[in-house]
């Protein structure tokens, strides 16, 4: 081994601490980094991509089931069609807790194809007549596979053997194409030479529709992607916010890292001269004491960040509607090459200096105090009535400015990351809740055709038709829910299909009757209606109509224009946002399609359900718990990978920490030796070092608490305009004044558990050793 | 006769599979003797001082020091032990540069538990005995060598320890402020200081302790009482 190489090793060996932190920050950096960066490439265009692979369909055609079914077409636009395909529209009935909207079904005895490459993601692809594969995004997924769903409307029960995901959202269920012999229509796919634009798809559309075969409209790629698009884009502020942290971040403490080791060993250095080394000999051996370790982090890290990256990209690819995607090869490759740049760089910045020191001030460097800084701290802490040990620890920062200001850079990235995470997650639950504004206790109803009846479960008329939607008699629901014991309150909502001018297709008119006190509504601005002639309406509506709080819009309901004076804007992103919130007398004889109730605290949910329904049963309506549970797939994929990667920026703060106050004690330790030859025992001596770190956690936690609010300040609107809406103001006031504090108080907890080891290294360290230390 | 202040019996202590540092080695110091400890360098004298002082442990024997088990002491109360019966002098006086120098000869007495009000009084009194009380808001680094070592004196003593160990305590000082340390070392024995002092200066042996024992290469060779 050369010279250079021995002192390499002898350096590493000596320096053992200060090479497994700048080892684990890299690590953590270059994990946090690979995770974040797979998670942008993942974000950047998983629809286009997903569809491409799947060969989804830019064109869904459907035809009249009358002319039996039809023969693809094929104009110069198509360059591959699949089908025709048998569809059906039934109403699944899967027992409680399953949603029992209609679902579009198509018969497809084969998942593959030229076209729409149905990927089945749980169970297999339907084999016989009595089985249906269910879509990824419908009701229940995974959790009904085995279990028999009844369909009145096909008069026939059907067996769940497989989730499936089409990219194209071509059906919500499939079935072999004999289950549909009597369809209701058919669908042929059709992927297109060029597709990018609604005019090339339109052009298409309409060529396909000229060749007749009973065709009778059909559905573009692009409304698709648009929504998934929609539904995406909230995830890139959110993972630029994290990236940009974890970046700022990992440079700080892997740069300080190496900084501070090389700085540690500027009288090392001086010696090395002494003895004939060359400066630049010097400086690639302080190079190379830094990169080692560093490169082995950062290994360690790509490996990690894969590993990690594998199940999140497979929620991510849930989330997205995609298939789960790999990791992209090319973030490794930048990020360990960015990563050892910044070691490379922060360490020949550093080593360079120190190279160019005179022998003579190396050799000094480490010998001689520097006297004059911290004096005065050090005699105000010795004139409080502060135990000795905890006023010398609290004095010390004072002596070297410079490491503690980068303590409290670490403090202050770690503390920020904690409250700007903790916002967003408190954020999200309160978008949650507006996202489902009319959960409450009970349900009765919902929006389907049967309104307030209970789902069809008899069999069907003779001669095939579906039994008769019955009419259920709203004012007996309400007043049997006003006298079943335990209710709280309850609002009805009727739902009308009404136009407005200017806004193409339908405008969902809601109409509230009852106390909606209780619902989840949450407003953007203005007030909540007051009575007929007013509403509220999501941002969406607003911008559709060119309208704003204050103006009157013209709702056309049932051929009666209906004119409503809009108070207020609401956060809602149902339908788009294309819907008018208003009181129920607004659309006069429109009755309650769902009742929302709430019981009062205490009450047994199952026996009131059981009571409710014994009084609603000979109404033909049917009550049920009206919450799904917790978070939606993408909310809660947000909050695990905030939780992934606060906990991460969290530990390479902590690592910042460990990293300083090592130096430190390293420093001083000499100096704790005299401590405790003068009577300090381990005790106080770890209190010492401990509390040496209480004004850098302090001031990096009341700096990073308002960064980490300010963040999410920006973030969170950026969240909004991403998903093409503003948010309830709610979402941003998330943070009380003993949540802040708590934060600051985080950022002390972040500053003390860093320097929990080396102070009790210090507290061990036998104090004759520690007298001899040079 | 007088219970010994110090007793090693028997005491061994070797450094990572190296020769003993120490062989076998005996001592009794009774109170109110000052012992000079003399020896090459490399012979134990410092693993001697150690020992005694709780900031070693021996591998082998016992170290008794005014009635405590130095040898089984663990961290935590061997550093009860120091501040409490031990007084340190050390070659290069260790004040910490961060304090005055009143707070440095405070420093034992608070980390014992005493009140600052008191220490501080108990530290006054001592740097005006010692000659060096006009500094007591000064900082180390601003007194001379004899200055520094007066203080680190004052800082030894400021918990009334039964015993003052001195480790080369003229070893950085020139020849005028090394006789002056000398003579007040001499004073605190007069005035029934229980003392022990390494060092390779024969004078200074002379000048301030009534006994000298020689340790080479770890074993206890001479004793001699003047």
């Given amino acids: 081994m050369s010279a250079l190489g021995r002192v390499v090793r002898a350096g590493l060996g000596r320096r053992r601490v200060q090479a497994v932190v700048i080892g684990l920050a890299a690590m953590m950096a270059v994990t946090a980094s690979v995770l974040g960066g797979s998670l942008l490439v993942a974000s950047s265009a998983p629809f286009d991509t997903s569809f491409e692979e799947q060969r989804g369909a830019h064109v869904i055609a459907r035809y009249s089931a009358d002319a039996g079914p039809p023969e693809a077409a094929a104009p110069p636009e198509v360059t591959a069609s699949a089908g025709p395909f048998p569809t059906a529209t039934a109403t699944p009935d899967a027992g409680a807790g399953v949603d029992r909207a209609p679902l579009v079904i198509a018969g497809r005895a084969d998942p593959g194809g030229p076209v729409d490459a149905v990927a089945v993601t749980a169970g297999r692809w339907v084999a016989g007549p009595g089985e249906v594969v269910l879509a990824t995004d419908g009701p229940g997924g995974e959790r009904l596979l085995g279990r028999e769903v009844r369909f009145a409307e096909l008069d026939t029960a059907l067996t769940v053997v497989g989730v499936a995901r089409s990219v194209g959202r071509t059906a919500e269920a499939w079935v072999l194409p004999a289950v549909l012999a009597e369809p209701e229509g058919y669908q042929v796919l059709y992927r297109l030479a060029a597709a990018d634009t609604a005019e090339r798809v339109d052009a298409a559309t309409a060529a396909i529709g000229a060749a007749g075969g009973g065709f009778t409209g059909a559905r573009s790629w692009l409304v698709v992607r648009h929504e998934a698009v929609r539904e995406t884009a909230v995830f890139v502020p959110f993972l630029a916010a994290f990236g940009v942290l974890g970046l700022v971040m990992s440079v700080l403490v892997v740069g300080n890292a190496v900084a501070g080791a090389v700085a540690s060993g500027t009288r090392r250095i001086g010696v090395l001269k002494a003895l004939g080394s060359t400066p630049a000999q010097v400086v690639w051996a302080y190079l190379a004491q830094a990169l080692v370790p560093a490169s082995a982090g950062t290994a360690l890290g790509v490996g990690a960040g894969y590993l990690l990256a594998v199940p999140v990209l497979a929620d991510a690819g849930e989330v997205f509607g995609t298939t789960a995607r790999p990791v992209d090869p090319l973030v490794g490759v930048v990020v360990v090459a960015g990563a050892l740049g910044v070691v490379a760089v922060t360490g020949l910045a550093a080593a360079w200096r120190a190279g160019r020191l005179r022998t003579a001030d190396a050799l000094a460097v480490g010998r001689t105090p520097r006297p004059g800084r911290g004096r005065r701290a050090g005699r105000l802490f010795a004139r409080l009535p502060l135990p000795r040990p905890v006023g010398l620890g609290l004095a010390r920062p004072f002596a070297r400015p410079a490491r503690a200001l980068a303590l409290v850079a670490a403090v202050v990235f770690g503390t920020a990351a904690v409250t700007f995470a903790v916002g967003l997650g408190a954020t999200l639950a309160e978008v949650q809740s507006a996202r489902q504004p009319d959960a409450a206790d009970v349900a009765i109803g919902g929006g389907g055709p049967g309104g307030l009846a209970a789902p069809p479960t008899a069999a069907p008329q003779p001669g095939g038709q579906p039994p008769p939607v019955r009419r259920v ?302 | 006769m007088t219970t010994p202040v110090i007793e090693l019996r028997d005491v061994s202590r070797r450094y990572d599979g190296g020769p003993p540092a120490l062989h076998g080695a005996s001592l009794t110091v009774r109170p109110g003797e000052a012992v000079a400890v003399l020896g090459p360098s490399g012979s134990g004298k410092s693993t001697l001082l150690n020992l005694i002082a709780g900031l070693d442990r021996p591998d082998g024997g016992t170290v008794t020091v005014d009635g405590v088990r130095v040898d089984r002491l663990g961290e935590a109360a061997a550093a009860r032990y120091r501040r409490a019966r031990i007084g340190m002098v050390f070659q290069f006086f260790n004040l910490l540069d961060d304090l005055t120098v009143a707070d440095n000869v405070a420093l034992p007495a608070q980390l014992a538990g005493t009140s600052r009000a008191q220490a501080r009084r108990r530290s006054a009194e001592l740097l005006a005995a010692l000659g060096v009380d006009r500094h007591a808001e000064s900082y180390p680094g601003r007194l001379s060598g004899g200055e520094r070592q007066r203080v680190a004196v004052a800082r030894a003593l400021v918990n009334r320890p039964a015993l003052l160990l001195a480790d080369e305590p003229t070893g950085a000082l020139d020849s005028a402020s090394g006789e002056e340390v000398s003579a007040l070392l001499a004073g605190l024995n007069a005035e029934g200081q229980t003392l022990v002092v390494v060092t390779h200066d024969l004078e200074l042996a002379k000048s301030c302790t009534n006994r000298t024992i020689r340790i080479v290469d770890g074993h206890v060779t001479e004793e001699d009482a003047r």
């Fill in chain 1, 473 to 774: 008699d709203a004012g007996a629901v309400a007043a049997a829910v006003d006298a079943q014991p335990g209710t709280a309150g309850h609002y009805g909502v009727s739902r009308a299909k009404t136009s407005v001018p200017g806004v193409p297709g339908t405008v969902v008119g809601l109409g509230f009757s009852g106390d909606t006190s209780s619902s989840s509504y949450r407003l953007i601005s203005g007030t909540w209606f007051h009575g007929p002639g007013e509403a509220v309406v999501p941002a969406p509506l607003l911008s559709a109509t060119g309208t704003r709080v204050g103006d009157t819009i013209t709702v056309e309901d049932r051929g009666r224009p209906v004119a409503l004076r809009i108070v207020g804007e609401v956060f809602d992103t149902r339908n788009d946002g294309l819907q008018v919130l208003t009181d129920a007398a607004s659309f006069p004889g429109l009755p309650p399609t769902s009742y929302h109730v709430t019981v009062r605290p205490g009450t047994d949910l199952d026996a009131y359900l059981a009571g409710l329904n014994a009084a609603l049963g000979p109404l033909g309506s049917e009550a049920r718990p009206g919450r799904s549970s917790g978070f939606s797939d993408m909310l809660f994929l947000i909050g695990g990978l905030t939780a992934i990667l606060t906990l991460m920026l969290v530990v390479v703060a902590g690592l910042g920490v460990l990293n300083a106050v090592v130096l430190d004690t390293r420093e001083r330790v000499r100096e704790l030796g005299v401590h405790k030859a003068l009577g300090m025992t381990p005790r106080q001596t770890m209190t010492a070092v401990v509390c040496s770190i209480v004004p850098p956690g302090v001031v990096g936690g009341a700096v990073g608490v308002p960064v980490g609010v300010a963040l999410h300040g920006v973030i969170v609107p950026a969240m909004g305009d991403s998903a093409g809406t503003r948010l309830p103001a709610a979402a941003y006031a998330v943070f009380s004044p003993a949540a802040l504090a708590l934060f600051v108080v985080g950022g002390l907890l972040i500053a003390v558990l860093g320097a929990l080891l080396p102070a009790g290294w210090a507290a061990r360290t036998r104090t004759a050793n520690a007298l001899r230390a040079e």
